[in-house]
């Protein structure tokens, strides 16, 4: 039996490959990449990377507020990047959910499947 417990939404469906959108081990939260995808459809929100980039940090916030935690206790974040050239406009909608003092971050150009922008990240959640 693992020490740490998934963190689900119960009334979204299941993600369709083995693994969890985030779990909680002691005080730490992971949550996994989240795209640009509305929860419950499953369609993807917008077509630019603002667009994306917010609704995939809306899709970190739902979790980390099933966890009871919230974008505040957020230490580390990566994202990923189709294009890298959207790094400024995405980091504009970035700075919407993110304020002084700023989690540590990473940023890197990937190939992502039909999507601009995923976006990972860790909180902690402690006493």
């Known amino acids: 039996m693992p020490t740490w417990k998934p963190i689900i939404i119960p009334d979204l469906p299941p993600p369709k490959g083995p693994y969890s959108p985030a779990v909680r081990a002691g005080d730490f939260i992971y949550v996994s990449g989240q795209t640009p ?15 994306q980039t917010r609704q995939t ?12 935690a919230s974008m505040e206790d957020v230490v580390s974040v990566v994202i990923y990047l189709t294009n890298v050239d959207d790094w400024a406009a995405m980091n504009v909608v970035y700075s919407e959910f993110f304020h002084a003092p700023f989690p540590s971050r990473t ?17 902690y959640a402690g006493p």
């Open 37 to 51: 995808r509305d929860p419950v459809s499953g369609a993807l929100v917008g077509s630019d990377i603002a667009s």
């Open 107 to 123: 940023a890197v150009g990937a190939q992502l499947r039909g999507i601009l922008v995923e976006i990972s990240a860790v909180a």
């Open 57 to 68: 940090l809306l899709n970190v916030r739902r979790l980390l507020g099933e966890a009871n």
